[in-house]
Each structure stands twice: as C-alpha cells, then as structure tokens.
C-alpha cells in the first residue's frame, strides 16, 4: 500500500511539472506575440471586378520642373551641385564670368551719368524759367530727357536682374524652385554660350512633391481604360500603396509596341516616388459587380498546399482559420469561403503569428 502511495504522489508530481511547463509555454507565445509588431485589420465586403494591371515609370511632374539657361556667353565658376542634389529657391547654382556682364555693368553705369548729368541740366533749366531766360518749351525738354534717362536705367537694372548680373563682371545662376537636380549640362572652368546643351539650357529643377506615373496599356485593353479610374501603384523599392486616378489618356499608339499611355498624378509628400522607378499599376474597371469578402494580400499565409488567415479573437487571441482565395493581386485578396464581414485577421506580421499557433 505504501508502495502504490508513492506510485501515485510521483504521477500526480510529473502531472503538475507537466502542466505547469505547457502554461509556461504558453505565457512565452503570449509574451512574444506582445513584444512584436502584429497590426489586424476588419473583413470587409468588396466587388474585386475584371482588375487590369499595367507596367509603368515614375516621371517628373511637368508642370513642377523648371529648367535654368545660362544668360550670356563666359566662363563657369562656381558650380557645386550635382544631378540628384536638393536645392532650394533662390540658392546660388554657378557663376558666370562674362563680357556681357561687363558691358551691361558698363551700360548701368553711364545710364546713372545721363541721370546726373539730365537732373542738372533740369535744375539749370528751371533757374534760368525762373529768371525769364528759358522758355516753359525749354523747361519741357529738359525734364522729358530726365525721363528718359530714368527710364532707360530702369531698362538695363531689370535685363540686369533677370539674367542674374550682380553688379559685377559675372552673372549668377540661382534656382528658381526648390526641389532636385534633375539634368546638368555644364562643369567649371568650362565656356558656355548661350547656344549651349538645348537651347542654353544648363540645368534642370524638378520638385517632387508630385509625380506622374507614366503607365502601358495594350490595344487588347484600351476599351477597359477611362479618365478617373480608380487605381494604386505599388513599386519594388518599398512596402507601399499608392492611390489615385488615371487624369490622362493619351490617344495616340506607339507604332512600335501599339500601347497607348495613361498617366497617373501622385501626391509624393514623403518623398518615395523617385523620377526612373518601375510601378505596377492595378486599374479597377469596374467591370465585374461580384463581391467577396476582402483583407490585405499580406494577411494570406499559404501552407502545405492551403491558404490561410490568422483571426484574431481579441484579448491577444489567435486561430488559423482555412480560406479559399478567389482572386489576389500584390494588394488585396479576396475570399470565396472561410471569413465573414466585420471578423478581423492579422494584416502586419501575419506569418509569424502563424508560426506560434498549433495547427488548425
């Protein structure tokens, strides 16, 4: 009897040591799936449609670049910045040492003399009106060529300002936005004219607070593309969905691939949408009015032959839950079977919570 006592204290020891290590493992999970990242999102209900994806090139914004020409012919100084540099409005981007320069400098300087040399002449015209020895014709003349004067110094200030002469023998170059630089066609110690690169064009400035997505689309589909069409753009560089809407249909075909070219406006406010990235572009047509119950792409775990999701039950509860996937692109899948609308399934790190569950 006392043999089958010790027997059973023994069993009933290992029991509780057993126990006690499952709910020690079970605090672990529990613990590691608090110190990580895990974000969940609701299911909701959305009609997928006959979705067309497209390949495309983040491009500059036209109507935000602005291109810098040299003003007048000479030697670059001076010059500091490189394709890709940022710059800001009104920030010195290279001078030029030119006789242009020079004699416009030259020219502000003999204008102030006839300015002078007019006032004077004005003031001795007045004296002499007072007098009674010059007559009110005389006095007219003299102020209309003091006019004149002021003015063609006004003339040479405002030419002298708008192609950057500072006063010296030199033109300065300044940026006239701020943003990137995009094109650079001059170096120092080089001689420019003002014929140079395309039409003396030296260097351009895009600001990239905006973007184009120049995006393909092939003759087979063009009957499926209109103006306003809903669309995102995801690129290979980042984890990242970009909304918005075809604003252009160019009309015309390339002869060569016979695709026509839509393009896309971006707010790129954080400044990842770089001019010469790919992007896939995802139209919704419309077409299609059947809908599916819809979660992230990133929620999908597939396994041994069989998609899952991972539901999350509240209070830091997981279960794998089976699915069958009707249709999925690189940003939502929708679910033929296995989910309900408002049921909510883990969207960021949905692979590893999966690994710390049992099976199903």
Known sequence: MKKRNILFLT???????????EEKAEQDTYQSLRNDVVVSTPVLIRSYGDALTLNGDVSCDERLVRKVFVPCSGRVSGLTVEVGDQVSAGQRLATIHSEA???YNKG???ADAQIKMAQR??????????SGMASDKEVAEAREQLLMAHSERSRLSAVASINGFDGKATAVLRSPISGYVMAKNIYNDSYVGQDSGDGGEVLEIANLSRVWVIADVYESDIAK???GASVTVTT?????VFRGHIDKVYRMLDNESKTMKVRITLDNGRNLLRPGMFATVHVSTGMGSKAFCCVPSKAIVFDGGVDYVVKDMGKRRYRRQ???VEHMDSVSA???SGLRPGERVVSKNALLVFNTLGNE
């Open 11 to 21: 069993g009933l020891l290992c029991l509780v040591s057993c126990s006690s290590k």
């Open 101 to 103: 320069a020079a004699d």
């Open 108 to 110: 502000l300087a003999d």
């Open 121 to 130: 002449d004005y003031q001795m015209k007045q004296d002499m009106h007072r």
């Open 225 to 227: 593309i209109h103006q």
């Open 236 to 240: 290979m560089a980042y984890d990242a």
């Open 322 to 324: 089976r699915v069958k």
């Open 334 to 336: 929708y679910i033929y």
